[in-house]
C-alpha cells in the first residue's frame, strides 16, 4: 500500500528533509540533525509537521455521551475551548490508543468535539465509534476528517511569542489545555496549547488547503520526527506502538503511569476491569531509567535484576540531547519500580548498570 504524504512533502523535501514511515506516511524524520533540532526546541522554537495524526470530529445530541462511553476522561469537564488527555481501551482495560480530546464551538447548540488518535489508527478509530454509536443507538455524527487538516506543532521558550506575533487574535492568555480558534494569514486555525516536548507552545490544526501558507508563517527550525522522539523521552511521554500495544505489549493506564486519565465514575468500555485493577494493584509499572555504563538503551533490550534474571523490557531510550547521558522508559515488576533502584538493560549482549529515576527526565511546562 502507497504511503500517505502530508501537505508539505514536497516543501520539506526541498528543505533538504530526510523521511521516514511512520504509521503508514512518509514524514519528515530530520531537517538539519537531531541534535540541532533538539535544542532549538529546548533553548528557542521549532515547528514540527504531524499532519500524520489523525482528525475525528464528533458532533449532534449524543455526542458528549458517545465521547464519555468511548473515552476514559470525563468530557462532561470541558468547556468550550478546553482539552484533555485521555486513552481508549478494550472491555479488558487494555489501552488501545492515547489522545487528546478538544471541546470545539457548539454546533447547532450541541457539544462538539475533535479528537486526534495516533497516526495509522484513524480509520480504525472512526470504525469503533460509529459501530458503538450504532450499537448503542446514539444520535451523533462522526467524521474522519485527518484528510482535511494538516497539524503543526510550534514548541520551545520562544514559541508562545512566535504564535502570538502570527496570529491576528492575542492568544497569550490560554492556559495549558486550552483552545480558541485564531486567524493565522488569513486562515482560521484551531490554536491549542498542548504539545508533546515538554516545552511551552501551540499546536495548530489548520486546514489542508492553507497548510503551506501557515507553515511559512513561523521563521523557526523546523523539526522532524527523529527530534521528536527525543524530546518526548526526556519529557516521559508515551509513544503509541512502543510503550503500550495492544496486541503486542497489552498495558492498562495503571501500568503506563497514567491512571491520572481514568475517570472512574464515569461509565466507558473498561471501567469496569480498571475498577478491579485500580483495587488489587499492578504488577508492573513503568519507569524511567538512566544507563549509568556506557551504551545507549532502545526499544526491545532486557532488563535484569542483579541475579541476571531478565525482569522486564525497555520500551524507548535515547542518548538524551539535553542531559548528555543515555535514558530510557521500561516495564519492571513494582517491586523493582522505587527511584535508586539498581537495575542491568542488556545493551548489544552487555550488562549495563542502570538507576530507576522519577520522569519526566528534564522539567516540563
Request: glycine content about 10%.
Amino acid at each position: 500500500m502507497p504511503l500517505q504524504t502530508p501537505p508539505l512533502r514536497g516543501i520539506h523535501d526541498e528543505r533538504g528533509a530526510k523521511f521516514t514511515e511512520f504509521g503508514g506516511w512518509d514524514m519528515p524524520v530530520e531537517f538539519d540533525s537531531i541534535q540541532t533540532e533538539h535544542a532549538a526546541v529546548r533553548e528557542d522554537a521549532g515547528i514540527f509537521d504531524v499532519s500524520h495524526m489523525g482528525q475525528i470530529h464528533v458532533s449532534g445530541p449524543d455526542a458528549t455521551e458517545l465521547m464519555q462511553r468511548l473515552t476514559s476522561n470525563d468530557v462532561t469537564r470541558l468547556d468550550v475551548g478546553d482539552s484533555q488527555y485521555a486513552v481508549i481501551t478494550d472491555e479488558d482495560g487494555v489501552i488501545i490508543d492515547d489522545t487528546v480530546i478538544y471541546r470545539l464551538p457548539d454546533e447547532d447548540g450541541q457539544s462538539t468535539f475533535l479528537f486526534v488518535p495516533n497516526a495509522g489508527t484513524d480509520e480504525a478509530t472512526h470504525e469503533r465509534w460509529i459501530r458503538y454509536r450504532n450499537e448503542w443507538d446514539l444520535e451523533a455524527v462522526v467524521d474522519n476528517r485527518t484528510d482535511e487538516y494538516a497539524m503543526f506543532a510550534v514548541q520551545g521558550p520562544n514559541a508562545v511569542a512566535l504564535v502570538e506575533e502570527a496570529t491576528d487574535e492575542s492568544v497569550d492568555d490560554l492556559e495549558r489545555f486550552g483552545a480558541r480558534y485564531a486567524t493565522i494569514d488569513g486562515v482560521e486555525c484551531w490554536t491549542a496549547r498542548t504539545g508533546y516536548t515538554g516545552e511551552d507552545g501551540f499546536e495548530l490544526i489548520v486546514p489542508w488547503a492553507a497548510a503551506e501558507e501557515i507553515w511559512a508563517a513561523f521563521d523557526c527550525q523546523p523539526c522532524g520526527l527523529g527530534a521528536r522522539d527525543t524530546l518526548r523521552i526526556e519529557a516521559g511521554l508515551l509513544l503509541a506502538g512502543q510503550d503500550f500495544d495492544s496486541e503486542t505489549d497489552p498495558r492498562t493506564p495503571y501500568e503506563a503511569g497514567i491512571g491520572f486519565t481514568v475517570a472512574l465514575e464515569t461509565e466507558f468500555v473498561g471501567r469496569d476491569a480498571l475498577a478491579e485493577i485500580e483495587d488489587a494493584g499492578v504488577d508492573e509499572q513503568l519507569v524511567g531509567f538512566q544507563l549509568i555504563d556506557r551504551g545507549v538503551p532502545r526499544h526491545g533490550y532486557d532488563i535484569t535484576n542483579a541475579e541476571s534474571r531478565v525482569i522486564g523490557t525497555v520500551t524507548s531510550g535515547t542518548m538524551s540531547p539535553t542531559l548528555e547521558r543515555p535514558i530510557g522508559l521500561g516495564y519492571v515488576p513494582v517491586e523493582y519500580a522505587e527511584p535508586g533502584t539498581t537495575l542491568q538493560v542488556i545493551v548489544r549482549g552487555q550488562s549495563k548498570k542502570a538507576r530507576v529515576e522519577t520522569t519526566p527526565f528534564i522539567d516540563t511546562v
